[in-house]
């Protein structure tokens, strides 16, 4: 009985990169606001699901994702008018997170600027949308 494992396959190793690839790629989870920044309109948002981890064993532990800091959040608007409402620690959004970061057309002048970041959906690059909650704490239709 050898002491050691044999060496992984290029198919195994194949397998086993497509798979961290795809648990670092961030889309969209729910989260819950800690604090609202009605200037900067930024919140910083607290990650709902956990993420899963790949053990040696090939076992999964699952692990709270950090809270995001200063995520933009969107309100409907168009040029001249806009949508807000204030949002209170607790309430709940849906993060999505962009391809490519946006920190610098965000101060930038909207035009079409390098991403920065050449992270590819990071949770640095989320926005929040306000109006994600529960089934059981859905507005009573009247």
């Known amino acids: 009985m050898s002491e ?20 670092s790629t961030h889309v969209a989870y729910p989260g819950r606001v800690q604090s609202y920044d009605a200037a900067t309109q930024t919140a910083d948002v607290v990650p709902l699901i956990r ?23 969107i ?10 409402f ?5 309430d709940t959004v849906q993060l999505l997170c962009n391809t490519s970061a946006i ?20 949770l640095a690059h989320a926005v929040a949308i306000p109006g994600l909650y529960t089934r059981g704490r859905a507005l009573a239709h009247a």
């Open 4 to 23: 050691r494992e044999d060496f992984p396959t290029d198919r195994a190793l194949a397998a086993a990169r497509e798979e961290q690839r795809s648990l």
């Open 51 to 73: 993420q899963q981890v790949p053990q040696p064993d090939g076992s999964y532990e699952l692990e709270e994702l950090p809270v995001l800091p200063s995520v933009p959040v």
């Open 75 to 84: 309100f409907p608007r168009v040029v001249g008018f806009f949508l807000a």
């Open 86 to 90: 204030q949002l209170r620690a607790g």
């Open 103 to 122: 920190g610098h057309w965000r101060v930038g002048d909207g035009g079409v600027c390098d991403p920065g970041d050449l992270r590819r959906q990071h």
